[in-house]
């Protein structure tokens, strides 16, 4: 999703200067902003929620290098 909007981002800051266009772009970005707010609450509360879950992000975490965001591509 972070990927999506990234995209949207690009087209905004592209040549595209028709303003039906441009308010279009930031209302998408805008709504994949909320997405992904929302996605990352809901795993905050699942992790929260299972002691599991909690342990093995805590594991994961004392990794050096290791963060609680991961770019996708690499």
Not at 2 to 8: A, G, I, K, P, S
Not at 14 to 38: N, R, T, Y
Not at 45 to 65: C, M, R
């Amino acid at each position: 999703m972070q990927n999506l909007r990234q995209t949207e981002v690009n087209r905004l800051n592209s040549l595209i200067k028709q303003d039906c266009v441009v308010q279009l772009l930031e209302q998408h970005i805008a709504f994949l902003d909320g997405q992904i707010e929302q996605i990352k609450q809901l795993l905050t509360e699942l992790i929260d929620t299972h002691q599991n879950l909690k342990e093995q992000q805590e594991l994961l975490l004392s990794i050096p290098g290791v963060g609680e965001l991961t770019d996708s591509n690499c």
